[in-house]
């Protein structure tokens, strides 16, 4: 059953909203869905290779090493250029990936990956920041929460 385009929008910007938190997390399991149920929507494109097996590996692993990463006290913010460019991208690429797969436009599932990556980089930046302020607990505790949120909400929106 084809989803329509408003839910396909949806997971687009939602899927985007994964990369703002973790630029890795959101292609790894985009790739890890599409490797396990390919489309021939995406045959043929520049996406295919996220439908590729030795591709969703790869990405698990940089995932688990980002994971790992954002937790150092040494890492730049998130909303830093360096940080907030891969964010994007990853956002951009998810996006139009997911509205490939639909049969809808790629174009406009990067667009609004785009907008969510970059909408969730900075409301989560600032949310950390502020309930570090308000409760005094560590900033890894909130780290660890956006994890979860990073993995169960992608899983979640590739579930639909």
């Not at 964010?87 to 907008?115: H, I, K, P, Q």
């Amino acid at each position: 059953m084809a989803l329509t385009t408003s839910t396909t929008k949806q997971k687009a910007l939602a899927l985007g909203a994964i990369a703002g938190l973790r630029a890795v997390t959101a292609p790894a399991l985009v790739t890890d869905h599409f490797s396990k149920s390919p489309t021939i929507f995406l045959q043929g494109t520049p996406l295919q290779p996220l439908q590729n097996p030795t591709l969703a590996t790869v990405l698990k692993i940089l995932a688990l090493a980002e994971l790992i990463g954002d937790k150092l006290p040494h890492m730049p913010n998130r909303i830093a250029p360096l940080q907030l460019v891969p964010r994007a991208v990853s956002g951009a690429v998810v996006g139009a990936t997911l509205a490939e797969a639909e049969g809808e436009s790629r174009v406009t599932g990067a667009l609004l990956g785009l907008v969510g990556a970059l909408t969730a980089a900075y409301a989560f930046f600032f949310a950390r920041q502020k309930l570090g302020q308000l409760t005094g607990l560590p900033d890894s505790l909130f780290a660890l929460l956006e994890d979860a949120l990073a993995l169960k909400g992608g899983a979640a929106v590739l579930r639909q």
